[in-house]
């Protein structure tokens, strides 16, 4: 069958005529794509630094929840910007909606565990149980406050062993924060003989308590007898001092009643001996 060259010279018009409406189409939704993308970036940096800035002026907002904030008001934006650029081109968005948000469950039930450590990590860093520097005890975790994330916070405890916790581990727990009051309350308990005097032995543990710079006066250093045994008497001396002090204190003022008991001839009595072991009848 013989081709009829204007016959296919009118369709390669038409095509060509056609090719050309969608590529001119097409270019001004290319352009207005681009004109989204490019004002839709600097939308989201604009008001991720504006709510940064915002709640900047919050007294006591925490500064890693003014970045968490700020980064989901841009991602949420530019979000939006891809998904208006996508309609440029004839997407259905509702469908791209439905997909995101189907994405966003399965992702939220497979990672529910890290969800929960976050959302602990918001309420940390909202109330504050702890600071960064503060030393808590929660449950059998101990140590000094290095780092509050949110996920997991970082400890350091007193023997300067490395300790990560979860979130949600430390907020479904109660917190002993050790230094949050800024002072604490210390008790030394020393046994002395009970023939010796212990009107004088409450003198001397108050004497010094009293030289220490460290313990506070009010409320004042109190010395006390805190039990009795057969031979022995067991004083307690107690004081406050401040938080950071807490250790130090304790640890001179123990040794300085020890050696202002032998100065003073007080003593302090000495554990019975042990008894012998007996010895096997002979045969």
């Known amino acids: ?15 060509l005529a056609q090719l050309s409406t969608l590529i001119v189409s097409y270019s001004f939704s290319a352009i207005g ?8 970036y600097i939308v989201a940096g604009l008001a991720e630094r504006s709510i940064f800035a915002g709640l900047g002026h919050i007294h ?30 004839g997407v259905q968005t509702a469908s791209i909606i439905a997909a995101i948000g189907a994405i966003g469950l399965a ?43 949110l996920f997991a916070t970082r400890l ?8 990560l916790a979860p979130n949600s581990t430390l907020w479904n727990q109660p917190v002993r924060n050790f230094s949050r009051n800024g002072v604490r309350r ?17 003198k001397t543990l108050l004497a010094i308590a009293g030289a220490e710079k460290r313990i506070r006066r009010e409320p004042a ?4 007898v805190a039990s009795l045994g057969d031979t022995t008497v067991s004083l307690t001396l107690r004081y406050w001092t401040s938080a950071a002090d807490y250790l130090s204190t304790n640890i001179d003022m123990t040794k300085r009643a020890k050696q202002a008991f032998d100065s003073e001839g007080i003593s302090i009595p000495l554990p019975p001996p042990e008894a012998p072991a007996p010895q096997a009848r002979k045969q």
């Open 1 to 15: 069958m013989p081709i009829d060259p204007q016959n296919t010279l009118l369709t390669v018009q038409a095509g």
């Open 33 to 40: 794509a681009i004109i989204l993308l490019v004002v839709g």
């Open 60 to 89: 006591g907002f925490d500064a890693t929840l003014r970045h968490f904030f700020s980064k989901i008001v841009r991602y949420a934006i530019l979000i939006l910007v891809v998904i208006m650029v996508l309609g440029q081109f």
């Open 107 to 149: 992702i939220g039930l497979a990672l529910q565990g890290t969800l929960q450590n976050i959302a602990a990590g918001i309420m940390l860093l909202a109330l504050r149980p702890f600071r960064i520097g503060e030393s808590v005890e929660v449950g059998a975790i101990s140590g000094s406050i290095e780092e509050i994330g």
């Open 156 to 163: 350091r405890t007193a023997d300067g062993v490395y300790i």
């Open 186 to 202: 210390a008790d030394i308990s020393l046994s002395i003989g009970s023939w010796n005097d212990i009107d004088g032995a409450q």
């Open 221 to 224: 250093p109190v010395a006390f």
